[in-house]
């Protein structure tokens, strides 16, 4: 079971607000890169992809460019 925790930010500039939401966006798509790294090696290796091999993989990636490392390696 998964546990969520919804954030109300008030008080943001339209700015700051554009900010999140595009770095949200940037996260969500590594995401699914990584996903979708994992999915396709299991269907042609039979086996899951560790996180250093999806690492070496992501690192190049625009998507992982734009966050901090640490953002980044979190969202992996």
Known sequence: MHL????????????????IKELCHI???????????????????GEFLKYEKNYTLLKNSPNYKALNS???????
């Open 4 to 19: 969520t925790v919804k954030q109300q930010v008030k008080h943001l500039s339209k700015e700051d607000y554009k900010t």
């Open 27 to 45: 996260a969500k798509n590594l995401a699914n890169e990584a996903i979708y790294n994992v999915r396709q090696y299991y269907f042609a290796e």
């Open 70 to 76: 640490n953002m980044a390696q979190q969202i992996l």
